[in-house]
Nanobody, 125 residues
């Protein structure tokens, strides 16, 4: 059974930073694409960032230059470093994993088989 566990969320002031972690168990982490999505209050889930098996990274325009995605294959853990946080970054953040996602579907949440339960990020003064 595949399990994903996010951590690292919390309350932060605008301009601050947080580092989210996602630990994956039950499947081969190094052979899968990993991604981060978020769900702002009252809105649909949206793409944030992804890293392919090749190591290539992708970002939503809204976070480009502020967020960095990475992974530690030996620890089966993915990371999302979030800097210069803004109030509009407030959301529940989810990690997702899929071994077969293709480039054209990378930003589509429906393309991912396995999801964590999410971690709350609140950016407010």
């Amino acid at each position: 059974q595949v399990q994903l566990l996010e951590s690292g969320g919390g309350l932060v002031q605008p301009g601050g930073s947080l580092r989210l972690s996602c630990t994956v168990s039950g499947r081969t982490f190094s052979n899968a694409a990993t991604a981060w999505f978020r769900r702002p209050p009252g809105k649909e889930r949206e793409f944030v960032s992804a890293i392919r098996r090749s190591g290539h990274t992708y970002y939503a325009d809204s976070v480009k230059g502020r967020f960095t995605i990475s992974r530690d294959n030996a620890k089966n853990t993915g990371f999302l470093q979030m800097n210069d946080l803004k109030p509009e970054d407030t959301a529940v953040y989810y990690c997702a994993v899929d071994a077969n996602v293709i480039l054209s579907q990378l930003r589509n949440p429906g393309a991912y088989d396995d999801w964590g339960q999410g971690t709350q990020v609140t950016v407010s003064s």
